[in-house]
T-cell receptor, first 116, second 113 residues
């Protein structure tokens, strides 16, 4: 079964508008973490934001916020005031803390294109 | 700090050849991992290490070997390259268990013909 599902292969957004990238996850662990990464066309992986399963508040980092809905098992990334430089692939990932070690499981990604 | 470095950046191998992808970090990180990224997909964990002398398998370990003799280095060995191993390989490191502070290397693009 897919542990991380990103249902939007591609998204378009107008510059300066907000956009939500969807991510749903599947785990039976009580303790887990959710991550979002950005991968521009240059190929490097850039960490954006992290949410722990016990965190009561939604994580925010600058223009990025994570809309964490535990009961629905969703961890959507919201980018406010989109910029042209936000055009990239975005990956959602999960770590189950019941497992030993640093195992991150990634979704298939969403390609975001920001239009001027 | 150089961060996480990977060599080579690009490599073409013939089926059956072996090679080692190098990964080094200068941040004294305990955790190091190898991932592969196939076209249109997210990263999949190959092997990881929680410290010198300790390694474990990830999701897709077959065809790869690792060792961790020092904190700084975590090489990935392809024993007998196959076309299915054509991929981009990323090395990553983090301080202890803090994957939210995981640093990725720039990647190695490997083609097996």
């Amino acid at each position: 079964a897919q542990k991380i599902t990103q249902t939007q292969p591609g998204m378009f957004v107008q510059e300066k508008e907000a956009v939500t990238l969807d991510c749903t996850y599947d785990t039976s662990d009580q303790s887990y973490g959710l991550f979002w990464y950005k991968q521009p066309s240059s190929g490097e992986m850039i960490f954006l934001i992290y949410q722990g399963s016990y965190d009561e508040q939604n994580a925010t980092e600058g223009r990025y916020s994570l809309n964490f809905q535990k009961a629905r098992k969703s961890a959507n990334l919201v980018i406010s005031a989109s910029q042209l430089g936000d055009s990239a692939m975005y990956f959602c990932a999960m770590r189950e803390y019941g497992n030993q070690g640093g195992k991150l499981i990634f979704g298939q990604g969403t390609e975001l294109s920001v239009k001027p | 700090n150089a961060g996480v470095t990977q060599t080579p950046k690009f490599q073409v191998l013939k089926t059956g050849q072996s090679m080692t992808l190098q990964c080094a970090q200068d941040m004294n990180h305990e955790y190091m991992s190898w991932y592969r990224q196939d076209p249109g997909m997210g990263l999949r964990l190959i092997h990881y290490s929680v410290g010198a002398g300790i390694t474990d398998q990830g999701e897709v370990p077959n065809g790869y070997n690792v060792s961790r003799s020092t904190t700084e280095d975590f090489p990935l060995r392809l024993l007998s390259a196959a076309p299915s191993q054509t991929s981009v390989y990323f090395c990553a490191s983090s301080y202890g268990d803090r994957l939210e502070e995981q640093y990725f290397g720039p990647g190695t693009r490997l083609t097996v013909t």
